[in-house]
């Protein structure tokens, strides 16, 4: 994730969370597609090239995925940045935050 501020008042508290969940989520399309691939292999009966690529690659670079992922994270801080009232470091009262 490339910490930059995105727009006027970005709330960097929160990005600063994003941050954190960075790497549990990034691979998260991936293992998503392979899963799904595999799985449509197995319906059809079928062995290919990529599902085999698929069975021994447990992951790959992340980075052309970084942009997408800090394109939709802002995207989202956006969104929000007026639906809380920060109260303390970690208490947020009447967040849309509290309901993910």
Known sequence: MIYVEWFENDPMWIRDIQGKVYWE???????????????????????????????VIEGGDH?????????IAAKFRY???NDFVMQSDITLEGSSLMRL
């Open 79 to 81: 969104n929000i940045k």
């Open 63 to 71: 980075r052309f995925l970084q942009h997408f992922h800090d394109a």
């Open 25 to 55: 989520y990034i691979a998260y399309p991936y293992h998503l597609a392979k899963e799904k691939y595999l799985e449509a292999e197995r319906i059809l009966s079928i062995e290919t090239e990529i599902g085999a690529k698929c069975k």
